[in-house]
């Protein structure tokens, strides 16, 4: 076995990102390891590792997998990659990997997860980011690197040591390929990839569409759009500085669905396996926000009623 250096880091969530992450720290000596929920699937993948392919390469990796999270102890940096619905169960066993030194970093589409954090890590302690990175599960274990793009990280509250700790993550997942920015405030941040993933997740969920197909009908674009302004408006309210104009997160949204063309987003990956989807963390996060500050947002709404319908029923064609 390899010298892995000393830095202990820990995946939550063997999904199509957690996986991506771990082999690709894993091929930078990081010392790393991913935690499952289910002991039967954790044995498989640390046995059988992560096999990742991407336009340039394909590789397998062997971090350590495993359902204990006593068998961890306190680390570096624990990294959630658990979908927004799976935070609450998720936390509930990361208690033995979070020390008084440790990080631990949200990198999880959609909104609010700070909260869910705090209960197992104090307010400095805790990191959120995005990243641009693109994954698929082809199978357990198994991904496809669907495309590249910045990730960025900030702090929930001002802490100089844990500055210290973020930038040194981000030196990791710079050297590991993963172009990386430790910024201030990392709220505009989460507010853009926010505004994309309402544009986006539960269109392309509800109609079927890979994210370069929804602005290709004038139908879907509408409500692209229309979901978006939406978003957009409920930022001014709340104050968040997102450097954007209407027209210009409009563009913003344009372009993912250009430079993702043939993904299919994560939302529309969760249909298709019938798994839950992060509805209540993206559309229905804005819609609840809506109605707190009295922004309107009933496209937002429709939205995620009929996914949260469609879930419910197991996402068949209803024939009543
Ligand atoms: O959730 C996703 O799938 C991704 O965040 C994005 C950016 C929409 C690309 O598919």
Known sequence: MQDRNQFKLTIIGPGAM????AATLYKQDCHVSILDYKPDRAKRLKKAGIQVVSLKEAWTAFPNVTAEPESLGPQDWVIVFVKAAQTADAIKRIGPLVGPGTL???LQNGIGHESALSKIAKPEQI??????QGSTLLNEGHVRHAGSGPTTLGLVIHNPEAKD???????LLNNA???SQVVEDIYPYIWRKLIVNVGINALTALCGLTNGKLPQYSETLRLQKMAVAE?????LKKGITLDLSLEEAHDMVNSVCKATAKNRSSMLQDRIKNRPTEIDYINGAITEMGRELGVAT???EVLTLLVRLNSRLGWKDPII
């Open 18 to 21: 957690g996986c991506l992450l």
């Open 104 to 106: 631990v970093v949200s």
């Open 127 to 132: 990191a959120l980011g995005i990243t641009s």
């Open 165 to 171: 700790r973020l930038i040194s993550l981000a030196t």
């Open 177 to 179: 390929g993963w172009p």
């Open 231 to 235: 978003a957009w408006t409920l930022s």
């Open 298 to 300: 009933p496209v937002n």
